[in-house]
């Protein structure tokens, strides 16, 4: 079964780096996502992307984050000056080809970021 | 800002037992999944749910979407040691995606 892959599956960097993460969505999706979950914290929406824009951000989102689709198959995550606090677990998501609301988002198994 | 609220959010019980998880929220979502999550992993798709009144059932899982679409349950019949697990639901409206804290279910044998 197609599923959703993401690199690195850990990253450790440095305060003030710059943090790319990485997702391959199911191929034929159209809709992408991401999410992260603090650890004991609940999983948190960042980003919605369709049709090669954001379609909706959270109060996270700010303008330290930025989602690209470079190419055909990859979506990334790039954080600027990166926080201790950016330290989290991060989930791509991806969901289509069909638009309703009852098509599903595939997870991928996520990133952990740690800022040190 | 849309909140969804899940209680209990830790259950430990014995082989068996049954159980009901709940998923209240002020808001009105387009529709509303059940995820599981294992440690170290993503969380995965059980079920959507969409019209308001919908009841789903997936084996021993059964899941319920509020009349009002604003609230959801998912009730478990003789659980194993297998549904150890973290179950989350996860409302959606109008593109934004909001999840619940989180169960932490433990099933004893």
């Known amino acids: 079964e197609p599923e959703v892959t993401q690199t690195p599956s850990h990253q450790v960097t440095q305060m003030g780096q710059e943090v790319i993460l990485r997702c391959v969505p199911i191929?034929?999706?159209?809709?992408f996502y991401w999410y992260r979950q603090i650890l004991g914290q609940k999983v948190e929406f960042l980003v919605s992307?369709?049709?090669?824009?954001?379609?909706?951000k959270s109060e996270i989102f700010d303008d330290q984050f930025s989602v690209e689709r470079p190419d055909g198959s990859n979506f990334t995550l790039k954080i600027r000056s990166t926080k201790l606090e950016d330290s989290a677990m991060y989930f791509c998501?991806?969901?289509?080809?069909?638009?309703?609301?009852?098509?599903?988002?595939?997870f991928g198994d996520g990133t952990r970021l740690s800022i040190l | 800002t849309q909140l969804l609220e899940q209680s209990p959010q830790f259950l430990s019980i014995q082989e068996g037992e049954n159980l009901t998880v709940y998923c209240n929220s002020s808001?009105?979502?387009?529709?509303l999944q059940w995820y599981r999550q294992e440690p170290g992993e993503g969380p995965v798709l059980l079920v959507t749910?969409?019209?308001?009144?919908e009841v789903k059932k997936l084996k021993r899982l059964t899941f319920q979407f509020g009349d009002a679409r604003k609230d959801s349950s998912l009730h478990i019949t003789a659980a194993q040691p297998g549904d150890t697990g973290l179950y989350l639901c996860?409302?959606?409206?109008?593109?934004?995606?909001?999840f619940g804290d989180g169960t932490t279910l433990t099933v004893k044998p």
């Open positions: 998501a991806s969901k289509g080809p069909i638009q309703g609301v009852d098509q599903p988002q595939h």
């Open positions: 749910v969409v019209t308001g009144g």
């Open positions: 808001s009105v979502f387009s529709s």
């Open positions: 191929s034929n999706h159209l809709y």
């Open positions: 992307f369709y049709n090669n824009e954001i379609s909706e």
């Open positions: 996860k409302g959606t409206n109008a593109g934004k995606s909001t």
